[in-house]
């Protein structure tokens, strides 16, 4: 991979991680993750005139994408209502390289190398840890983060796919942004009975600057996979597990252990050989 690929993917990492800081700390998980999608769609909605139509192959994973992200969304806040930053997070990230791979083995016949096992195991042994023992995570939010991984595991093999067919990374990513965008505040809407955004709130506004780190990291990532290997950028990009502990201890005062930072560097380290 390039230096600007390596730098798109690292830099995704971090962005994500920041964004999902801004979510775990919200009052009302929800409505701050509904905003957020909110604020990438209005930082979105210009380029749809600046940049050219993705083409007609690429829609169907548009569409596809904005979907699965909504789900995605859904699931990831359902977990951090009975989870911490620091635990919750290493196990959504850590899980979707391990997805892949038993995906590809179970579905295309894929080989599964030494490097590949090795993650395998070692993003299961990490999991495990977060899930076990004293300070454990919630059963509950594990399994809630492991279905946030399917659905994320799924947008990024349609994203690989759909910004590819495109012709134009930034086209394809305004567009799912404004298809997740629109999406998601509509089924809060319906489940709630409305939605209301408050610009002279205090938390209206920490809602919409996380929303703008989300979609400033969901385009890195998209114009890193428009350049690069899809595997090696996906295990890269879960270096945010790493970031995801120090900002939890840093800004939202959870507790980092011995025994979660070492499970969450062995879960970091399994998804990135997942990726060699």
Not at 3 to 12: E, R, S
Request: proline share 4%.
């Amino acid at each position: 991979m390039s230096p600007a690929v390596i730098g798109l993917a690292l830099f995704a990492a971090l962005l994500h991680a920041t964004w999902n800081a801004f979510l775990r700390g919200g009052a009302d998980r929800l409505w701050t993750v509904t905003v957020m999608s909110m604020s990438g769609t209005a930082v979105a909605i210009p380029f749809l005139f600046l940049l050219p139509l993705p083409a007609p192959a690429a829609w169907p994973a548009i569409a596809l994408s904005s979907l699965l992200q909504t789900g995605y969304s859904l699931f990831l806040v359902a977990a951090y209502r009975r989870g911490e930053l620091g635990q919750v997070y290493p196990i959504v990230r850590g899980s979707v390289p391990l997805l892949v791979t038993l995906g590809g083995l179970a579905f295309a016949g894929e080989a599964v190398g030494l490097w590949q096992m090795a993650g395998v195991l070692l993003v299961t042994a990490g999991i495990m840890t977060l899930s076990s023992g004293k300070g454990r995570a919630d059963p509950m939010s594990v399994l809630l983060a492991l279905a946030t991984g399917v659905f994320i595991a799924s947008y990024v093999m349609v994203d690989a796919i759909g910004v590819r067919l495109s012709g134009h990374s930034g086209a394809y990513t305004v567009w799912v942004l404004v298809g997740y965008g629109t999406l998601l505040p509509v089924v809060v809407a319906v489940a709630r009975g409305g939605l209301a955004v408050d610009l002279q709130q205090r938390e209206t506004w920490t809602a919409l600057g996380g929303g703008l780190a989300a979609a400033l990291a969901y385009g890195a990532v998209i114009a890193a996979f428009y350049l690069g290997p899809t595997g090696p950028i996906a295990a890269l990009r879960e270096t945010s597990v790493i970031f995801a502990i120090l900002i939890g201890r840093m800004f939202l005062g959870e507790t980092l252990t011995l025994r979660r930072g070492i499970a969450c560097v062995v879960v970091a380290t399994g998804a990135i050989l997942l990726g060699l």
